[in-house]
């Protein structure tokens, strides 16, 4: 898609946005002249439905996710798909998994799904792949080779030792700051799986891989984490040009590491707080003792939003629309090989890092 059809196609958006905030992505794929064809795709994630009890659930969850289902049902241009991003369940439970399906189950097209912490650490992923299908696997979409990773797994003596239920275990991973949680990983087999079925791939061929954990080291304490990360990135390594998309972090997040772009999604149930991740200094991180918090605890959908994605010959330009706050663009910039936030802000600018209780 060309500059001024994409500004028309923005144009588009911002007309659906005035009716509401969308918490939601549309992806456009425009590789250039070599693709074939240009194309879209949506992107929803971490929805958390919770269950009460009976057919009881909490309400403000289920909002988000219709609501996000409700405008990528509107989209024009229709896109090709649209890919979930994990955590569709708060606990994991049978009742929320269904829950969350039934809801999705609205949207028109194909869906992709990739496996979430809290839809796993219940019943170790059974429920979900019953009902959904194989929690990694690949396909090749007008030239470009997608690659769904289950990046939450962790060590088999947390996940299959420590516990005494399955709930325990579950809750001790649900927590942002979780104590007695284990950092994610992709694990061996998988990145065995992976090896191979790159090496079918051509590497002028543009690779997008979803994950649900973030494939690079962002904060280990609040698991916006991959323990394999840097094996991960090396498989990645080979490819011209290589989009990581993930969920899990429910904030704006962007970076560049070597070839690979990564981009976070916004989640369509609650923002987490921002881990200060440009200091990287533990002491300049919030202190969480609460499960729920929020960046401002008296508006709920703070930070969550929609976004655009464009790939521009492999390179990600992304469009973050903020309905209660300034929109900002994350365009990647060719003179530093990165993508740069078009508004960055100097220190002196910046709200300061929030103190959370
Ligand atoms: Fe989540
Ligand atoms: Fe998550």
């Excluded at 942002?176 to 994610?184: K, R």
């Excluded at 605890?297 to 469009?319: C, K, M, N, S, Y």
Aim: charge should be negative; glycine fraction near 6%; aromatic fraction near 12%.
């Amino acid at each position: 898609m060309s500059r001024i059809n994409r500004r028309n196609f923005l144009k588009k958006g911002g007309a659906l946005l005035a009716a509401s905030s969308l918490p939601l992505s549309l992806v456009e794929v425009a590789f250039g002249k070599a693709a074939p064809e240009n194309f879209t795709f949506a992107y929803l994630s971490d929805s958390h439905i919770t269950h009460i009890k009976g057919k009881e659930f909490v309400r403000n969850w289920d909002r988000g996710l219709i609501r996000a289902v409700a405008e990528a049902n509107l989209l024009t241009p229709r896109p090709d798909f649209i890919f979930y991003g994990g955590d569709i369940a708060q606990l994991g439970k049978p009742e929320e998994i269904d829950h969350g399906l039934e809801l999705l189950g609205a949207l028109h097209g194909d869906l992709h799904h990739v496996m979430g912490e809290h839809d796993y650490y219940l019943d170790l992923g059974e429920h979900w792949r019953k009902h959904i299908g194989p929690d990694h696997y690949s396909f090749d979409h007008k030239g470009v080779h997608f690659v769904v990773l289950n990046s939450i797994l962790t060590y088999d003596d947390w996940t299959y030792n420590r516990w005494d239920s399955p709930m325990r275990r579950m809750q001790e991973m649900a927590r942002l700051d979780n104590p007695n949680g284990s950092p994610f990983m992709v694990g061996d087999s998988q990145r065995e799986w992976l090896r191979k079925d790159l090496d079918k791939v051509s590497k002028d061929t543009p690779v997008v891989v979803f994950s649900h954990s973030p494939l690079q080291k962002i904060y280990k304490g609040w698991n916006f984490w991959t323990e394999d990360a840097e094996q991960v990135q090396a498989l990645l390594e080979p490819f011209d040009k290589v989009t990581v998309l993930y969920g899990h972090v429910h904030q704006i997040q962007y970076n560049q590491i070597g070839n690979i772009s990564f981009n976070s999604a916004m989640a369509t149930a609650w923002p987490w707080p921002y881990p200060a991740s440009f200091t990287q200094k533990a002491s300049y991180l919030p202190k969480l003792t609460v499960d729920m918090n929020r960046a401002d605890p008296f508006f709920e959908r703070d930070a969550t939003g929609w976004q655009f994605i464009d790939l521009h010959t492999g390179d990600v330009d992304v469009h973050y629309v903020l309905p209660d706050n300034r929109n900002r663009t994350v365009a990647f910039d060719d003179s530093k090989g990165h993508p740069v936030d078009t508004e960055y802000q100097p220190e002196s600018k910046r709200i300061p890092p929030q103190t959370h209780y």
